[in-house]
């Protein structure tokens, strides 16, 4: 069974950053997409960014392109998100997301494994 844990989120100015990170386990024995969606209040969940296994495909969202970077670490079973230049319009719940697959996956129905979040506060 696939568990995902985030941290790293808290609040921040406007202008400053946050590094998330979401540690899974069994993960063993098969290939994982992995992906960050937010959740601002009143909003449905929405994309920010996505990574295929190898790390070597990544996908943004437009309205963070240039700002975040997604990244993975295969060996500690960790995917990243560093996110810079913090806007209040970046105010959410992130979550980290997995799918069983080699290729990066930007759709959000595919995603079936998910952690609990990580609350972000941009203050402005």
């Known amino acids: 069974q696939v568990q995902l844990v985030e941290s790293g989120g808290g609040l921040v100015q406007a202008g400053g950053s946050l590094k998330l990170s979401c540690v899974a386990s069994?993960?063993?024995?098969?290939?994982?997409?992995m992906a960050w969606f937010r959740q601002a209040p009143g909003n449905e969940r929405e994309f920010v960014a996505a990574i295929s296994w190898s790390g070597g495909i990544t996908y943004y969202a437009e309205s963070v392109k240039g700002r975040f970077t997604i990244s993975r670490d295969n060996a500690r079973n960790t995917v990243y998100l560093q996110m810079n230049s913090l806007q209040s319009e970046d105010t959410a719940v992130y979550y980290c997301?997995?799918?069983?697959?080699?290729?990066?996956?930007?759709?959000?129905?595919?995603?079936?494994?998910w952690g609990h979040g990580t609350q972000v506060t941009v203050s402005s």
């Open positions: 069994g993960l063993t024995g098969n290939y994982y997409a």
């Open positions: 997301a997995a799918a069983r697959s080699s290729i990066v996956i930007l759709n959000i129905k595919l995603y079936d494994n």
